[in-house]
């Protein structure tokens, strides 16, 4: 039921106009968010995170405005594979396109690190189109017949499919050794072998993967947001790549980059709150005193001693 209620609404979605699926797309997703009590409890727990001082009332319109660009952001998901190009190009204004030109005359492919906000499907299929196949970590989605549409789906876009799992560092790796992109996202920590580490003022856990494979390959770190604009249209922004350079402390290297990353992500999410689309609890109940747990010891296990 559920790969033919997405393969429904995908075929109603993509035959539509995008202003006019816009309008459908508020009006359904308007009515459903009251009955989404889990995931309308922890978007608005997780805005409060990043906005403590902000009033309730205002808080509850802040996670509504949130859910709302969540749900255009599925109608585009349903609507880029089948836009012409010339059209994708029209969605998408890029800045600092300069740094990711400079991360990628590296030689050694680039880690492309992002929250989850705005339309990766698009800025990634405008990467592709320029500098050839890209690679994206993915959630696993059930059933597996409907996860296997979606990677169809994407692979139209130039887009190669990693699904999330403790040995997609491999495939991860295999891209970067032939010179290509990996667009990861690193605000959950969805295998639960993260580290602790402090997040807009109190401890959360974070994948470090990322960190440890630009540790063994040498490839640059590109902090990336996508932002939607006033017009529906999207603006990809890429920060300054930073190379990392191995020291005799590995935990330090591990625990500075991931700040330096983590500090970037909140300077766009606060920016941005209503952008910001984690529909799961970032931060635990009680706080946590964080631990040394760097590197966990499954992250190590997919990038190899």
Request: aromatic residues 10%.
């Amino acid at each position: 039921m559920t790969y033919l209620g997405f393969r429904l609404i995908e075929a109603v979605i993509a035959r539509l106009p995008r202003r006019v699926a816009y309008a459908i797309g508020v009006i359904v997703s308007t009515l459903a968010f009251p009955l989404l009590a889990r995931q309308r409890k922890a978007l608005e727990s997780n805005l409060h995170h990043v906005l403590p001082d902000m009033p309730a009332p205002e808080l509850r319109k802040l996670a509504w405005r949130n859910w709302l660009n969540y749900c255009k952001a599925w109608i585009d998901f349903f609507k880029i594979p089948r836009m012409e190009k010339g059209r994708l190009s029209a969605l998408l204004t890029p800045i600092g396109v300069e740094h990711l030109d400079t991360a990628m005359a590296a030689g050694r492919g680039v880690i492309v690190v992002a929250p989850h906000m705005g339309s990766w499907e698009l800025a990634a299929a405008s990467w592709a189109a320029t500098f050839g196949e890209i690679g994206i970590m993915v959630e696993q989605i059930e059933p597996r017949r409907l996860f296997d549409h979606v990677y169809r789906l994407r692979s139209r876009l130039g887009i190669r499919v990693i699904p999330l799992s403790r040995t997609g560092a491999r495939d991860i790796m295999r891209l970067l050794k032939d010179h290509r992109m990996v667009v990861l996202a690193m605000d959950r920590d969805i295998l639960n072998t993260g580290a602790w580490f402090r997040f807009f003022g109190r401890s959360a856990k974070f994948p470090t993967g990322p960190v440890e494979i630009a540790l063994k390959t040498g490839a640059p770190i590109l902090p990336a947001f996508c932002i939607r604009d006033r017009h529906d249209a999207y603006v990809a922004v890429g920060e300054a790549p930073f190379f990392l350079t191995p020291s005799e402390d590995h935990e330090a290297d591990v625990r500075g980059a991931m700040e330096r990353i983590l500090a970037t992500f909140e300077r766009y999410i606060k920016r941005y709150p209503d952008q910001w689309h984690v529909l799961e609890p970032i931060w635990p109940e009680k706080p946590v005193v964080p631990a040394v747990t760097i590197p966990s010891p499954p992250a190590q296990a997919a990038v190899g001693d």
